[in-house]
């Protein structure tokens, strides 16, 4: 039974809100750029972004690490640097090729993560798309006011996390501490980045067609729409995984 994610990022005050929301004092502050020593990060309250994070032992730290001093990138660099553009592909040659212990192969990993990334759609985000690869997630959402993408981020990260190791009665590492996300800058840009979502499985070789990869979901029409009910050519199931309120119980 799915859970809610809300639970893993801190404890409840005696309002019912969790300690990564909305104080009384302040919200979240966004901030446009900033990095963790991996990549930059740019959030920004009502832009699309297209967000990448991965398995723990899906890219090694070494190659990563091999890979900057090959390229000479430093921290600081803009996404749209030729560097760090160059990174990211290699990046994603390298995910796709299936390295690592793939955990996300199990489905019951990949339906915890899918239904995390569904939890909190039109409340702190507005999700266009998403595709649970092997070692790898995509997704493609509308940032709200008052929700940062890191702390989006930290929410499916250490909710998914916790229950993946029960699942696999594993301890230690899940996620990749960090994440890639770019902003969408035109129309173009976003049809580009929903076809790359939609048609990632067929690119790594798992599919053929992208209908048949059950982990894929994107808005019909490319605009903004919830993701509680998936088109049915993503041959996405949802019986066992309906929406939940706050507080764990069916509606």
């Known amino acids: 039974m799915m859970g809610n994610p809300e639970e893993s990022v801190g404890a409840t005050n005696q309002s019912g809100r969790d300690a990564l929301g909305p104080s009384d004092a302040s919200e979240p502050q966004h901030n446009p750029w900033h990095s963790r020593g991996y990549l930059p990060h740019f959030d920004c309250p009502g832009r699309i972004q297209s967000i990448t994070f991965r398995l723990f032992d899906s890219v090694p730290v070494k190659q990563i690490a091999r890979w900057k001093v090959e390229l000479d990138w430093h921290e600081g660099m803009p996404a749209s640097d030729p560097v760090v553009i160059k990174l990211r592909r290699l990046l994603a040659a ?11 192969r199990d489905a019951r990993i990949a339906r915890t993560v899918r239904d995390a990334l569904r939890f909190f759609d039109g409340e702190r985000y507005r999700l266009l798309a998403f595709c649970v690869m092997p070692n790898h997630v995509h997704t493609l959402l509308e940032t709200i006011d008052g929700h940062p993408v890191s ?9 998914t996390s916790k229950e993946a190791n029960k699942i696999l009665k ?13 902003f969408v800058r035109d129309e173009t840009h976003l049809s580009n980045a929903r076809r790359y979502i939609v048609l990632n499985p067929v690119k790594a070789g798992l599919v053929r067609d992208p209908g048949d990869w059950p982990w894929t979901w994107c808005a019909e029409g490319g605009a903004t729409g919830s993701a509680g009910v998936p088109p049915a050519s993503t041959q996405i199931e949802d019986q066992t995984s309906r929406s939940r309120r706050p507080n764990g119980t069916k509606d």
């Open 151 to 159: 702390e989006v981020m930290h929410s499916w990260k250490s909710f």
């Open 170 to 182: 594993a301890q230690g590492e899940f996620w990749f501490p960090d994440y890639y996300d770019r």
């Open 94 to 104: 390298y995910e796709d090729a299936g390295h690592g212990g793939c955990s996300l």
